[in-house]
């Protein structure tokens, strides 16, 4: 092998002259390759999460509308969606022990892609994934019920791992998502929570504790509450009449969709 052939467009080559090692050379520019190659690998990755997350985003969204039409009622209030960054990745792999490789990220972690829906009532958030879960191009690889178990701290989501088909130009991968769908006020106590975990020095962090503790159970108290105020009124409501049926489905063919 002559000199010329290690002269990669890696290391200028105004500077190849500077690294006089040959061997050690053709070392760097080796590495760099690798590493160039693994950094545009996962940015593939990251582009494949990304339709991933649409795909469900599109899912939750064609629901939305569909109630918006059929009835008076919108379950969804929003809905967020998150890629996980770099650094989580790499920190989580780390603490976790796992390989800092791609196939180790695809294998060992559900949560790069991350949808959150955030609903009015209880029965709104099991309603939807009810729903969601029917459609015969998701998979269900994990479910954690955090409203029917709430976490020791207080914490309540419905958790769902799930699998979706994303059709690319030359290929159809099955990406995993994480979902989770809570309430308004379930979010709200999550937010808060989240901040804390944050910060490390908090002052009487285990008097703030158990103040979230506590709220947490007002807050699930009042979800509950909200729920059977809501029943309550929707069966007090006389059954319409024919003229009625007729005069909302009236309003509902004006509604822009
Ligand atoms: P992670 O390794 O953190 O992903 O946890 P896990 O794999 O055991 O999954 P889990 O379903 O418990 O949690 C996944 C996600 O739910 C977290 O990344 C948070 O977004 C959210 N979450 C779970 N527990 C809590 C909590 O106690 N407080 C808050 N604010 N969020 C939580
Ligand atoms: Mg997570």
Not at 59 to 68: A, D, I, M, Q, R
Not at 81 to 87: A, E, F, H, V
Not at 152 to 168: A, K, M
Request: net charge neutral.
């Amino acid at each position: 092998m002559n000199d010329k052939t290690l002269v990669s467009p890696l290391i200028p080559s105004k500077e190849n002259h500077l690294i006089e090692d040959v061997e050690l050379r053709d070392l760097i520019n080796r590495e760099a390759k690798k590493a160039i190659l693994s950094m545009a690998q996962f940015h593939e990755l990251e582009m494949m999460y990304t339709c991933a997350i649409k795909e469900v985003k599109t899912k939750f969204e064609v629901l939305s509308t569909e109630f918006n039409c059929r009835f008076k009622r919108n379950p969804i209030n929003y809905i967020n969606t998150r890629l996980k960054s770099r650094d989580s990745i790499f920190n989580k792999l780390a603490r976790k022990k796992l390989p800092l490789t791609i196939e180790s990220v695809e294998q060992n972690l559900n949560d790069i892609a991350g949808v959150r829906v955030v609903c009015t009532y209880i029965d709104d958030i099991y309603e939807l994934a009810d729903s969601f879960l029917k459609q015969d191009d998701i998979t269900l690889l994990e479910k954690k019920d955090y409203i029917e178990n709430p976490k020791e701290n207080g914490y309540r989501s419905l958790h769902l791992i799930i699998s979706v088909p994303v059709f690319f130009a030359k290929k159809k991968r099955d990406m995993k998502v994480e979902v989770q769908i809570r309430t308004m006020a379930m979010d709200f106590w999550a937010s808060l929570e989240h901040q804390m975990k944050y910060k490390k020095m908090i002052p009487d962090q285990d008097k703030i504790v158990a103040e979230l503790k506590k709220c947490a159970r007002v807050i699930n108290d009042t979800d509950k509450k909200m729920l059977e105020i809501r029943k309550h009124i929707e069966t007090a409501q006389d059954e319409p009449t024919e003229e009625e049926i007729l005069s909302e489905k009236l309003r509902q063919i004006n509604k822009p969709i």
